[in-house]
T-cell receptor, first 116, second 114 residues
Framework: AQTVTQSQPEMSVQEAETVTLSCTYD???????LFWYKQPPSRQMILVIRQEAYKQQNATENRFSVNFQKAAKSFSLKISDSQLGDAAMYFC?????????????FGEGTQLTVNP | EAQVTQNPRYLITVTGKKLTVTCSQNMNHEYMSWYRQDPGLGLRQIYYSMNVEVTDKGDVPEGYKVSRKEKRNFPLILESPSPNQTSLYFCASSIARGSPDTQYFGPGTRLTVL
C-alpha cells in the first residue's frame, strides 16, 4: 500500500521569506501523480501544484515550486516570497492507478504560519 | 462554473438518525470519491466510484453506504450515525479514464453526531 509522510506538523516563516515543506512517499507503482493541497481556515481543499512522476522537470506555479526526487521518493514544496494568505494547512498527496482506481493517499499535514 | 457541490455544509444530528450528504459534479467526471478528515490523520477515503453503478470500499468504509445511479451524483449515506463519525467530509471527482489525474474537491460537510 502507498504511504505519504509529512514529518513537519508545524512550520513558520516570515512574510516575504522562503519556506520548504517536506514530504516523502512509498510506492511500487511507476505511473503516479503527486500533489500539494492547501487548506485555509475555510476548510476548502485547494490544489496548489501537481507533479507527474514521468516528468523529470520540477513543477512550478508562480511562487510555488516542488523538488521532486523520484529515486529518493521525496516531494518537497517551496513557497517563495511568502504572503499572509499562504497561512494554511498543507497536505501532500499521492495518486496512482492501482486496483482502487485513482485513490488519493494523504500525508498528515503541515500547519504553516506566516508571521508579519 | 466547473465545480463539486455538497449539501448540507453543516449538520448536527443525534445517534441513530439516518442522514444523507449529497454530492454533485458538473464536469462529467467518471471517478467520484468520499473522504473524511480527522485531526492528525489527514484525509482518508471512505468509498469511491469509478462509474455509474460501480462503487467500492476505501480505507474506512464501516458505517457508510454510497450509491451511483447517475454520473453526476454520489450521495453518502449514514444509516445509523454514531459519535465516532463526527468529522469533516469531502466529496471529490476526477476524469479517471484509466490513469491517475487531479481530483477536485467539494467545499466539505462538517458533521457532528451527538
Amino acid at each position: 500500500a502507498q504511504t505519504v509522510t509529512q514529518s513537519q506538523p508545524e512550520m513558520s516563516v516570515q512574510e516575504a521569506e522562503t519556506v520548504t515543506l517536506s514530504c516523502t512517499y512509498d510506492t511500487s507503482e511507476s505511473d503516479y501523480y503527486l500533489f500539494w493541497y492547501k487548506q485555509p481556515p475555510s476548510r476548502q481543499m485547494i490544489l496548489v501544484i501537481r507533479q507527474e512522476a514521468y516528468k523529470q522537470q520540477n513543477a512550478t506555479e508562480n511562487r510555488f515550486s516542488v523538488n521532486f526526487q523520484k529515486a529518493a521518493k521525496s516531494f518537497s514544496l517551496k513557497i517563495s516570497d511568502s504572503q499572509l494568505g499562504d497561512a494554511a494547512m498543507y497536505f501532500c498527496a499521492y495518486t496512482g492507478w492501482g486496483t482502487s482506481g485513482s485513490r488519493l493517499t494523504f500525508g498528515e499535514g503541515t500547519q504553516l504560519t506566516v508571521n508579519p | 462554473e466547473a465545480q463539486v457541490t455538497q449539501n448540507p455544509r453543516y449538520l448536527i444530528t443525534v445517534t441513530g438518525k439516518k442522514l444523507t450528504v449529497t454530492c454533485s459534479q458538473n464536469m462529467n467526471h467518471e471517478y467520484m470519491s468520499w473522504y473524511r478528515q480527522d485531526p492528525g490523520l489527514g484525509l482518508r477515503q471512505i468509498y469511491y466510484s469509478m462509474n455509474v453503478e460501480v462503487t467500492d470500499k476505501g480505507d474506512v468504509p464501516e458505517g457508510y453506504k454510497v450509491s451511483r445511479k447517475e454520473k453526476r451524483n454520489f450521495p453518502l449515506i449514514l444509516e445509523s450515525p454514531s459519535p465516532n463519525q463526527t468529522s469533516l467530509y469531502f466529496c471529490a471527482s476526477s476524469i479517471a479514464r484509466g490513469s491517475p489525474d487531479t481530483q477536485y474537491f467539494g467545499p466539505g460537510t462538517r458533521l457532528t453526531v451527538l
